[in-house]
Nanobody, 121 residues
Framework: QVQLVESGGGLVQPGGSLRLSCAAS????????MGWYRQAPGKQRELVAQ???????NSADSVKGRFTISRDNAKNTVYLQMNSLKPEDTAVYYC???????????????WGQGTQVTVSS
């Protein structure tokens, strides 16, 4: 079975940086895209950034110029470098992968358990 495990969250002051990591493992044939979503208390989960196997990216306007997503296809791992953090970035960050599992005829979405990011002075 496919699993996604996040790491790297924590408490940081405004203007600081964090680096999130997410590793996918299990019975995977192909990963088409990986990305990060976040959900703040009382708010809907939103897309932060995503990257496909060829390196093409999409990101929210609110994080462009501050966050950078990257991927190591050989390790099935995606990273999110978060710079110039703001209090508004405080949320639980969830890893997502769109992939084709072995023995399945179509791709699907898989989710990690989430990692807390808190930006506060």
């Amino acid at each position: 079975q496919v699993q996604l495990v996040e790491s790297g969250g924590g408490l940081v002051q405004p203007g600081g940086s964090l680096r999130l990591s997410c590793a996918a493992s299990g019975s995977i044939k192909s990963i088409y895209a990986m990305g990060w979503y976040r959900q703040a208390p009382g708010k809907q989960r939103e897309l932060v950034a995503q990257i496909n196997s060829g390196g093409s990216t999409n990101s929210a306007d609110s994080v462009k110029g501050r966050f950078t997503i990257s991927r190591d296809n050989a390790k099935n791992t995606v990273y999110l470098q978060m710079n110039s953090l703001k209090p508004e970035d405080t949320a639980v960050y969830y890893c997502n992968a769109n992939l084709l599992a072995r023995g399945v005829g179509y791709p699907g979405d898989y989710w990690g358990q989430g990692t807390q990011v808190t930006v506060s002075s």
